[in-house]
Nanobody, 122 residues
Framework: QVQLQESGPGLVKPSQTLSLTCTVS??????????WSWIRRPPGKGLEWIGY???????YYSPSLKSRTSISRDTSKNQFTLQLRSVTPEDTAVYYC?????????WGTGSWGQGTQVTVSS
């Protein structure tokens, strides 16, 4: 059974870059037909999909975040990483990584990490 675990700093200062890593066990991130996504839930709001890196290594980002987002992977470590540049307090959220056959995962389906709180504050 695949498991995903997010890691990274819980506090980031405004204008800096938020960097999170998702470590995957029990399955390879290069396995055919899977999409590996980052999603976030700001306080008091719904889930917001950020983007994915596919099994092939191709990436796609939410248009609203595309200018500030990069998703990459390290196949030797079976990890994929989110970088969100020029953060503001509005980027404060619980950040999740997930695996699904669909490009945009649906809560309650596929496989999700537990989530990690990231606060943007000086």
């Amino acid at each position: 059974q695949v498991q995903l675990q997010e890691s990274g700093p819980g506090l980031v200062k405004p204008s800096q870059t938020l960097s999170l890593t998702c470590t995957v066990s029990g399955g390879s991130i290069t396995t055919n037909s899977y999409y590996w996504s980052w999603i976030r839930r700001p306080p008091g709001k719904g889930l917001e999909w950020i983007g994915y890196i596919a099994y092939s290594g191709s990436t796609y980002y939410s248009p609203s975040l595309k200018s500030r987002t990069s998703i990459s992977r390290d196949t030797s470590k079976n990890q994929f990483t989110l970088q969100l540049r020029s953060v503001t307090p509005e980027d404060t959220a619980v950040y999740y990584c997930a695996r699904d056959h669909r490009p945009v995962p649906v809560w309650g389906t596929g496989s999700w990490g537990q989530g990690t709180q990231v606060t943007v504050s000086s």
